[in-house]
């Protein structure tokens, strides 16, 4: 079974838990620690495709999250989650997983919040905040022109751009600089947060820090791939 699954974000609040500090040699002290958390609903998901090597080239399962009425779904989507015995869902998502972890699945089945029990860090991805057009001071963090005598009126500028054209005659600024532009509304990924409690009851994840996006947002969360050095030795 996949190590992940879709949801939403709800909020952000603190929990109290207990831990211990070393004080001096041998001693300890137990503490409450405030740990600012995000509450995520993760699930139920469904299975909602199997794609298999054979057929499709390689092996994943397609994952259905959110009810949607059928007026406000489409034809396609209401035969295609149909097939597997579910009502039209609002969001599909693939997850690629082994020969082992396809042949524990069926078309249908429901994941819960459960297969996170047992992972300590986790991976979420979502999209950020969108901020509309901003300029180079907001977006990149530019100091921007002096605001003395003698300067031109555009304190707010990038300034010059053509010290970075190609040496190749063509006179043309190099592609890629840092310009004004949209800012946010981009896919974020948060790696290696960890998991502070499970919900069972309410499909509830508890992750320590903060996860990008605005609430209600939807996040996908996956077991951590890469850890943090750090985190590997605890």
């Known amino acids: 079974m996949p190590k992940?699954?879709?949801?939403?974000?709800?909020?952000?609040?603190?929990?109290?838990?207990e831990k211990d500090r070393h004080?001096?040699?041998?001693?300890?002290?137990?503490?409450?620690?405030?740990?600012?958390?995000?509450?995520?609903?993760?699930?139920?998901?469904?299975?909602?495709?199997?794609?298999?090597e054979e057929n499709d080239g390689y092996n994943a399962l397609q994952l259905a999250f959110g009810d949607i009425k059928?007026?406000?779904?489409?034809?396609?989507?209401?035969?295609?989650?149909?097939?597997a015995g579910i009502a039209?869902?609002?969001?599909?998502?693939?997850?690629?997983?082994?020969?082992?972890?396809?042949g524990e699945a069926e078309l249908g089945?429901?994941?819960?919040?459960?297969?996170?029990e047992e992972i300590p860090y986790v991976d979420v991805i979502a999209t950020s905040k969108g901020k509309g057009m901003a300029g180079p001071m907001k977006r990149w963090g530019f100091k921007g022109q002096l605001a003395t005598h003698?300067?031109?009126?555009?304190?707010?500028?990038?300034?010059?751009?053509?010290?970075?054209?190609?040496?190749?005659g063509t006179g043309k600024?190099?592609?890629?600089?840092?310009?004004?532009g949209q800012m946010g509304n981009?896919?974020?990924?948060?790696?290696?947060?960890?998991?502070?409690?499970?919900?069972?009851?309410?499909?509830?994840?508890l992750v320590k820090g903060s996860v990008p996006g605005a609430n209600q947002g939807v996040v996908y969360v996956r077991e951590a791939i890469r850890l943090f050095k750090r985190k590997v030795a605890k």
């Open 88 to 102: 039209p869902k609002r969001i599909h998502r693939e997850v690629r997983v082994d020969e082992a972890g396809l």
């Open 4 to 17: 992940a699954l879709i949801g939403k974000k709800i909020g952000m609040t603190r929990l109290f838990a």
């Open 173 to 180: 600024p190099k592609k890629g600089g840092k310009k004004a």
């Open 150 to 168: 003698g300067v031109e009126r555009k304190h707010r500028s990038p300034g010059s751009v053509g010290g970075r054209s190609s040496n190749l």
């Open 70 to 83: 059928g007026r406000s779904s489409t034809m396609q989507v209401i035969g295609h989650d149909g097939k």
């Open 109 to 116: 089945q429901e994941i819960k919040v459960d297969v996170f």
């Open 186 to 205: 981009k896919q974020v990924t948060v790696r290696s947060m960890e998991v502070i409690a499970v919900d069972k009851e309410k499909n509830l994840l």
């Open 23 to 52: 004080v001096g040699a041998g001693d300890k002290v137990n503490m409450l620690v405030n740990e600012p958390v995000t509450v995520l609903e993760v699930g139920p998901c469904f299975v909602s495709q199997i794609k298999t």
